[in-house]
């Protein structure tokens, strides 16, 4: 009883908010690193390794499309976790190769706060910017979204990300 009433007057605090057209502003907005090259060293070679590895993949795989490249990359039984791409390396990359190629940038081009590696699991944070109000694209705010690697044998083995199911499809 007492949860659903500490649930009744949030959602009433929350409605309050809404009409009065106070905007969420209870954060400190999510920025990107200045020099990504720094965010590649580690005191451990396997870890640098392993860093250079998964940037590399997202600049010229994910980024750039350039799918002839994963097998350079991706182990042939790569695992995906993203509900919108198939698992296996040729279910992605064939994803992947029917949009447009770009050429390869020296940086990773979408905002990147961090690489952290440890053992054999590397992950990316991002900012995701995203909007307040669906109906107004212009008032944003920053969180941050993450992807994650196991590379085994020197290659990136599996994949896990926070991407919801693309159209989101509602609950059964």
């Not at 009065?20 to 720094?38: K, L, Y």
């Not at 698992?87 to 979408?110: C, F």
């Not at 952290?116 to 900012?127: M, P």
């Amino acid at each position: 009883m007492k949860a659903m009433a500490s649930a009744i007057g949030m959602l009433i605090v929350a409605a309050m908010l809404c009409l009065s057209g106070a905007q969420a502003a209870a954060q400190v907005p999510v920025t990107a690193a200045a020099d990504q090259s720094v965010l590649l060293k580690s005191t451990s070679p396997r870890l640098a390794r392993n860093k250079q590895l998964v940037y590399d993949f997202w600049r010229s795989v994910l980024e750039a499309r350039h799918v002839e490249l994963g097998p350079k990359y991706m182990q042939e039984t790569y695992i995906q976790h993203n509900p919108n791409f198939p698992t296996g390396r040729d279910g992605i990359l064939s994803a992947l190769s029917h949009r447009p190629k770009l050429d390869i940038q020296s940086t990773i081009q979408r905002p990147l706060i961090n690489i952290v590696a440890e053992g054999n699991l590397v992950v990316l944070a991002f900012v995701d910017t995203r909007p307040i109000d669906p109906a107004d694209k212009t008032k944003t705010y920053t969180t941050t979204s993450f992807d994650m690697f196991r590379i085994e044998d020197g290659k990136i083995a599996e994949h896990w990300d926070t991407q919801p199911l693309n159209p989101p499809h509602p609950p059964q």
